[in-house]
Protein backbone atom coordinates (compact mmCIF):
# COMPACT_ATOMS: atom_id res chain seq x y z
CA UNK A 1 0.00 0.00 0.00
CA UNK A 2 1.59 3.27 -0.98
CA UNK A 3 2.16 5.87 2.13
CA UNK A 4 3.01 9.70 1.39
CA UNK A 5 4.61 11.22 4.37
CA UNK A 6 5.08 14.89 5.17
CA UNK A 7 7.15 16.59 7.42
CA UNK A 8 7.03 18.35 9.12
CA UNK A 9 3.03 18.94 9.85
CA UNK A 10 3.90 22.99 10.09
CA UNK A 11 6.58 24.97 9.40
CA UNK A 12 7.14 29.16 9.92
CA UNK A 13 9.92 31.01 8.30
CA UNK A 14 10.61 34.58 7.96
CA UNK A 15 10.23 36.62 4.65
CA UNK A 16 12.92 36.36 1.67
CA UNK A 17 14.04 32.86 3.20
CA UNK A 18 14.53 30.08 1.22
CA UNK A 19 12.97 26.92 2.27
CA UNK A 20 12.64 23.35 1.41
CA UNK A 21 9.33 20.99 1.81
CA UNK A 22 9.60 17.38 1.88
CA UNK A 23 7.89 14.93 0.56
CA UNK A 24 8.91 11.16 0.48
CA UNK A 25 6.42 7.92 -0.40
CA UNK A 26 7.15 3.90 -0.16
CA UNK A 27 6.68 2.62 -3.12
CA UNK A 28 8.89 4.20 -5.77
CA UNK A 29 6.62 2.50 -9.07
CA UNK A 30 4.98 5.75 -9.46
CA UNK A 31 3.92 7.43 -12.80
CA UNK A 32 4.04 10.76 -11.54
CA UNK A 33 4.44 13.27 -8.63
CA UNK A 34 2.23 16.67 -8.28
CA UNK A 35 2.67 19.05 -5.63
CA UNK A 36 -0.63 21.11 -4.85
CA UNK A 37 -1.37 24.64 -2.83
CA UNK A 38 -4.74 24.73 -0.56
CA UNK A 39 -5.49 27.85 0.95
CA UNK A 40 -8.03 28.10 3.69
CA UNK A 41 -11.35 26.93 3.08
CA UNK A 42 -10.16 26.69 -0.52
CA UNK A 43 -9.56 24.13 -2.98
CA UNK A 44 -6.55 22.04 -4.87
CA UNK A 45 -4.39 24.47 -6.72
CA UNK A 46 -2.06 22.76 -9.12
CA UNK A 47 1.38 23.68 -9.01
CA UNK A 48 3.80 21.13 -10.34
CA UNK A 49 4.23 17.69 -11.83
CA UNK A 50 7.21 15.86 -12.13
CA UNK A 51 6.73 12.70 -14.30
CA UNK A 52 8.53 9.73 -13.42
CA UNK A 53 10.82 9.80 -15.87
CA UNK A 54 12.16 13.98 -14.93
CA UNK A 55 13.91 14.53 -12.00
CA UNK A 56 12.71 18.22 -11.86
CA UNK A 57 9.94 20.94 -12.95
CA UNK A 58 10.19 24.42 -12.34
CA UNK A 59 7.67 27.24 -12.16
CA UNK A 60 8.29 30.72 -11.27
CA UNK A 61 10.06 30.81 -7.68
CA UNK A 62 9.17 27.15 -7.15
CA UNK A 63 11.26 23.98 -7.92
CA UNK A 64 10.27 20.29 -7.64
CA UNK A 65 12.64 17.25 -7.81
CA UNK A 66 11.90 13.75 -7.35
CA UNK A 67 14.16 10.80 -6.60
CA UNK A 68 12.09 7.63 -6.95
CA UNK A 69 15.06 5.48 -6.13
CA UNK A 70 15.01 6.79 -2.68
CA UNK A 71 10.87 7.57 -2.51
CA UNK A 72 11.98 11.60 -2.40
CA UNK A 73 10.46 14.74 -3.38
CA UNK A 74 11.52 18.25 -2.23
CA UNK A 75 9.66 21.50 -3.39
CA UNK A 76 11.85 24.48 -2.58
CA UNK A 77 10.74 27.85 -2.69
CA UNK A 78 12.66 30.75 -3.24
CA UNK A 79 13.18 34.32 -1.62
CA UNK A 80 9.58 33.32 0.02
CA UNK A 81 6.68 35.69 0.56
CA UNK A 82 3.92 36.60 2.88
CA UNK A 83 1.42 35.48 0.19
CA UNK A 84 3.24 31.84 0.41
CA UNK A 85 1.43 31.01 3.18
CA UNK A 86 -0.93 27.96 2.67
CA UNK A 87 -1.10 24.14 3.07
CA UNK A 88 1.49 22.67 0.60
CA UNK A 89 0.30 18.71 -0.35
CA UNK A 90 1.99 16.53 -2.35
CA UNK A 91 0.36 13.23 -4.39
CA UNK A 92 1.40 10.27 -5.88
CA UNK A 93 -0.06 8.67 -8.82
CA UNK A 94 0.53 5.11 -8.64
CA UNK A 95 -0.87 1.56 -9.29
CA UNK A 96 -2.62 -0.51 -12.43
CA UNK A 97 -5.88 1.90 -10.90
CA UNK A 98 -3.96 4.54 -11.05
CA UNK A 99 -4.76 5.24 -7.46
CA UNK A 100 -3.83 9.45 -6.55
CA UNK A 101 -2.85 9.50 -2.83
CA UNK A 102 -1.99 12.34 -1.30
CA UNK A 103 0.48 13.49 2.06
CA UNK A 104 -1.23 15.12 5.00
CA UNK A 105 0.22 18.53 3.84
CA UNK A 106 2.79 20.97 5.29
CA UNK A 107 1.09 24.44 6.65
CA UNK A 108 3.73 26.74 5.71
CA UNK A 109 3.31 30.50 6.98
CA UNK A 110 5.46 32.96 6.11
CA UNK A 111 6.16 35.96 8.79
CA UNK A 112 6.50 39.50 7.21
CA UNK B 1 -13.10 24.99 -20.33
CA UNK B 2 -15.07 24.68 -16.53
CA UNK B 3 -12.15 21.66 -15.51
CA UNK B 4 -13.43 19.71 -12.68
CA UNK B 5 -17.66 21.47 -11.05
CA UNK B 6 -18.75 20.27 -8.09
CA UNK B 7 -22.67 21.08 -6.57
CA UNK B 8 -23.34 21.82 -4.13
CA UNK B 9 -20.72 24.29 -2.42
CA UNK B 10 -22.41 24.31 1.10
CA UNK B 11 -24.94 21.54 2.54
CA UNK B 12 -26.32 21.26 5.87
CA UNK B 13 -28.00 17.04 6.56
CA UNK B 14 -30.24 16.12 9.08
CA UNK B 15 -28.71 12.94 10.44
CA UNK B 16 -30.60 9.82 8.78
CA UNK B 17 -31.23 11.98 5.50
CA UNK B 18 -29.92 11.25 1.98
CA UNK B 19 -28.23 12.99 -0.78
CA UNK B 20 -26.31 13.13 -3.81
CA UNK B 21 -23.00 15.03 -4.58
CA UNK B 22 -22.49 16.23 -7.92
CA UNK B 23 -19.07 16.18 -10.17
CA UNK B 24 -18.90 16.45 -13.73
CA UNK B 25 -15.34 17.47 -15.80
CA UNK B 26 -14.83 18.09 -19.20
CA UNK B 27 -12.03 16.83 -20.08
CA UNK B 28 -12.58 13.70 -21.11
CA UNK B 29 -10.76 12.04 -18.39
CA UNK B 30 -11.12 8.42 -17.69
CA UNK B 31 -9.61 8.66 -13.97
CA UNK B 32 -11.93 9.82 -11.46
CA UNK B 33 -11.91 10.10 -7.73
CA UNK B 34 -14.17 11.65 -4.45
CA UNK B 35 -11.88 12.63 -1.48
CA UNK B 36 -12.86 13.77 1.82
CA UNK B 37 -10.90 16.22 3.41
CA UNK B 38 -11.19 16.43 7.26
CA UNK B 39 -9.00 19.06 9.58
CA UNK B 40 -5.64 17.50 9.87
CA UNK B 41 -6.42 14.38 8.39
CA UNK B 42 -5.37 14.67 4.99
CA UNK B 43 -7.70 13.83 1.70
CA UNK B 44 -8.60 10.19 2.04
CA UNK B 45 -9.98 8.53 -0.93
CA UNK B 46 -13.58 7.27 -0.96
CA UNK B 47 -13.80 5.71 -4.09
CA UNK B 48 -12.42 5.99 -7.70
CA UNK B 49 -13.31 5.40 -11.32
CA UNK B 50 -10.83 3.84 -14.11
CA UNK B 51 -13.81 4.68 -16.76
CA UNK B 52 -17.71 4.76 -17.55
CA UNK B 53 -19.06 1.85 -15.92
CA UNK B 54 -16.19 0.84 -13.46
CA UNK B 55 -16.00 1.95 -9.95
CA UNK B 56 -13.39 0.62 -6.59
CA UNK B 57 -13.26 1.34 -3.36
CA UNK B 58 -11.06 3.46 -1.73
CA UNK B 59 -9.46 3.94 1.91
CA UNK B 60 -13.13 5.15 3.38
CA UNK B 61 -15.96 3.64 1.33
CA UNK B 62 -18.33 3.10 4.18
CA UNK B 63 -21.89 5.29 4.26
CA UNK B 64 -20.93 5.82 0.34
CA UNK B 65 -22.06 4.71 -3.17
CA UNK B 66 -21.16 6.27 -6.27
CA UNK B 67 -22.24 5.72 -10.09
CA UNK B 68 -20.08 6.09 -13.49
CA UNK B 69 -22.96 5.81 -16.19
CA UNK B 70 -20.94 8.60 -18.39
CA UNK B 71 -17.49 9.86 -18.80
CA UNK B 72 -18.06 12.82 -17.57
CA UNK B 73 -19.86 12.08 -14.30
CA UNK B 74 -19.37 11.03 -11.37
CA UNK B 75 -22.08 11.35 -8.54
CA UNK B 76 -21.38 10.23 -5.09
CA UNK B 77 -24.84 9.34 -2.42
CA UNK B 78 -24.92 9.52 0.79
CA UNK B 79 -27.41 7.19 2.53
CA UNK B 80 -28.68 7.63 6.17
CA UNK B 81 -26.39 10.78 6.94
CA UNK B 82 -24.33 10.60 9.83
CA UNK B 83 -22.34 13.21 11.85
CA UNK B 84 -19.20 11.52 11.12
CA UNK B 85 -19.74 12.22 7.12
CA UNK B 86 -19.67 16.03 8.03
CA UNK B 87 -16.38 17.03 5.82
CA UNK B 88 -15.41 19.21 2.94
CA UNK B 89 -15.50 16.45 -0.33
CA UNK B 90 -13.37 16.96 -3.71
CA UNK B 91 -13.60 15.36 -6.70
CA UNK B 92 -10.67 14.99 -9.00
CA UNK B 93 -10.28 13.89 -12.73
CA UNK B 94 -7.40 12.46 -13.91
CA UNK B 95 -5.41 10.34 -16.91
CA UNK B 96 -1.95 9.32 -15.61
CA UNK B 97 -0.98 13.07 -15.53
CA UNK B 98 -1.97 15.90 -13.68
CA UNK B 99 -5.00 16.04 -11.62
CA UNK B 100 -7.27 18.64 -11.71
CA UNK B 101 -9.94 19.10 -8.21
CA UNK B 102 -13.23 20.83 -8.14
CA UNK B 103 -14.02 23.58 -5.03
CA UNK B 104 -15.41 21.19 -3.12
CA UNK B 105 -18.13 20.86 -0.80
CA UNK B 106 -18.53 21.57 2.82
CA UNK B 107 -21.28 19.30 4.68
CA UNK B 108 -22.19 19.20 7.66
CA UNK B 109 -24.64 16.28 9.72
CA UNK B 110 -26.46 17.85 12.34
Known amino acids: KQEVTQIPAALSVPEGENLVLNCSFTDSAIYNLQWFRQDPGKGLTSLLLIQSSQREQTSGRLNASLDKSSGRSTLYIAASQPGDSATYLC???????????FGKGITLSVRP | NAGVTQTPKFRILKIGQSMTLQCTQDMNHNYMYWYRQDPGMGLKLIYYSVGAGITDKGEVPNGYNVSRSTTEDFPLRLELAAPSQTSVYFCASSYKAEAFFGQGTRLTVV
Open chain 1, 91 to 101: AVLAGANSKLT
